[in-house]
């Protein structure tokens, strides 16, 4: 199973510009198929340091790719229709969004903090880009609520055969991917009485956005900064006490895609997610000059933006950790270091064993640190960047 990160917000942000720019098969070796699910999904990467030269190994990534010494291991990126406001009472592509909205793990709000996009994406100038990080959550969660109403809708109407609530508003939240221990822990959090029908409206609305928040966590990315507005409003924004709270990542998807597209050409080297680059070409003026524009923008902000928000996703975020099989003994009977897998972040030995293949878990002796050579038991919980060999009966 692959993450999924959804890429959301309203129209003409960029979604699609820093969709293409994160997804584009940039490869040179060609060795790593662009899988296309749809036209709106697809491969991404997320970096970490490979683990392979600390054992003098050089690493044969089975999926994703190596390079210098940076692992990038794929996810997947969903481009969402764009969000307009009153879209959960059907306006825009209502039920569309939904529906890939389910299936997203974690989200990045693509704001337009240049202001010169007004709330339903038509060009204008001097909006203020906290509006749309407030119509975005306010429009998540008037969908939430909407679920969680109808579900406490549906409690009150069974009450005669005197159902768990929980279990009822965790089928009715199913598509949320919420568990009926998870709603009530949630419930018992915010202090309430574990009877829906005791809930004050106020109560439902507070609620149905915490589990928003905890289903969808979510990640903004400040895009279009490479324009002055943009960096005015980023100052002012990332510097009120009341935006504290959430996690903002500049960017210039613009900037990504014209790197990659630069690389493409055979006129720059760039790493993505490196806050450099050189040009290897000779290149038209103009070319050179917009790339020297881009060389000051990548500079000051430490990279274009794009790795870090599908990093700070999948890392920060969700707390994913990458661990990778090793091999104790340093024998491969498939090439060293093939596999980097994203775990939850209480993922233990047994639940990595059982990752690798089912029978590996059922058959799960110990696991092996392999940088330390100890044993791992059962229950310990790996950490980021882990290399850990399973022992099992059925390896
Ligand atoms: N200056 C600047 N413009 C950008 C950047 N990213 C995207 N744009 C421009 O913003 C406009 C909208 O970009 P899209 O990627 O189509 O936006 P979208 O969010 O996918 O829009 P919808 O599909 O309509 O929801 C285009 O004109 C892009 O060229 C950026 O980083 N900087
Ligand atoms: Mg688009």
């Known amino acids: 199973m692959s993450y999924r990160i959804g890429l959301v917000g309203k129209p003409s942000v960029g979604k699609s510009t820093l969709f293409n720019a994160a997804t584009m098969n940039d490869v040179p070796e060609g060795a790593f198929p662009f899988t296309t699910i749809d036209p709106s999904i697809g491969e991404a990467y997320v970096r970490t340091d490979c683990a392979a030269p600390e054992f003098d190994e050089t690493c044969q990534p089975s999926v994703g790719v190596c390079e210098d010494g940076t692992r990038f291991i794929p996810i997947k990126l969903v481009d969402i229709a764009g969000l307009v406001p009153g879209a959960h009472e059907g306006r825009g592509l209502g039920n569309q969004f939904l529906t890939d909205l389910n299936e997203t793990d974690a989200l990045i709000h693509?704001?337009?903090?240049?202001?010169?996009?007004?709330?339903e994406g038509q060009t204008t100038e001097g909006h203020d880009p906290r509006e749309d990080i407030e119509f975005l959550e306010a429009e998540l969660d008037a969908w939430y609520l909407d679920i969680l109403e109808k579900g406490i809708d549906r409690y009150e109407s069974k009450q005669l055969s005197d159902p768990d609530?929980?279990?009822?508003?965790?089928?009715?939240?199913?598509?949320?991917?919420?568990?009926?221990?998870?709603?009530?822990?949630?419930?018992?959090?915010?202090?309430?009485?574990?009877?829906?029908?005791?809930?004050?409206?106020?109560?439902?609305?507070?609620?149905a956005r915490e589990i928003r928040k905890r289903t969808k966590p979510m990640v903004i990315a400040a895009n279009k900064m490479d324009t002055q507005p943009a960096q005015e409003n980023w100052d002012e924004i990332t510097t009120d006490p009341a935006y504290e709270h959430l996690a903002f990542v500049p960017v210039s998807a613009h900037a990504e895609k014209a790197l990659k597209n630069a690389k493409e050409q055979g006129a720059v080297e760039y790493t993505p997610g490196e806050a450099t680059f050189e040009i290897t070409a000779d290149l038209p003026e103009e070319q050179?000059?917009?790339?020297?524009?881009?060389?000051?923008?990548?500079?000051?902000?430490?990279?274009?933006?794009?790795?870090?928000?599908?990093?700070?996703?999948?890392?920060?975020?969700?707390?994913?950790?990458?661990?990778?099989?090793?091999?104790?003994?340093?024998?491969?009977?498939?090439?060293?270091?093939?596999?980097?897998?994203?775990?939850?972040?209480?993922?233990?030995?047994?639940?990595?064993?059982?990752?690798?293949?089912?029978?590996?878990?059922?058959?799960?002796?110990?696991?092996?640190?392999?940088?330390?050579?100890?044993?791992?038991?059962?229950?310990?919980?790996?950490?980021?960047?882990?290399?850990?060999?399973?022992?099992?009966?059925?390896?």
């Open 288 to 395: 050179e000059a917009g790339l020297e524009q881009i060389r000051e923008f990548v500079e000051e902000f430490d990279g274009t933006g794009v790795q870090r928000a599908l990093e700070s996703a999948v890392f920060d975020v969700l707390g994913l950790k990458a661990v990778f099989p090793g091999s104790a003994s340093g024998t491969w009977s498939k090439g060293p270091f093939r596999d980097c897998f994203l775990l939850p972040p209480d993922a233990t030995a047994e639940e990595f064993a059982y990752h690798l293949h089912s029978d590996i878990g059922e058959g799960f002796l110990h696991g092996i640190d392999c940088r330390t050579d100890r044993q791992v038991g059962a229950d310990t919980v790996l950490e980021h960047r882990d290399v850990v060999e399973i022992i099992s009966t059925n390896q």
């Open 165 to 207: 609530p929980e279990d009822i508003l965790a089928e009715q939240l199913s598509a949320f991917g919420i568990s009926a221990a998870e709603i009530k822990q949630v419930v018992l959090s915010l202090g309430y009485d574990v009877e829906p029908l005791s809930w004050e409206s106020e109560q439902t609305e507070a609620l």
């Open 110 to 119: 693509v704001v337009d903090f240049s202001g010169t996009t007004d709330i």
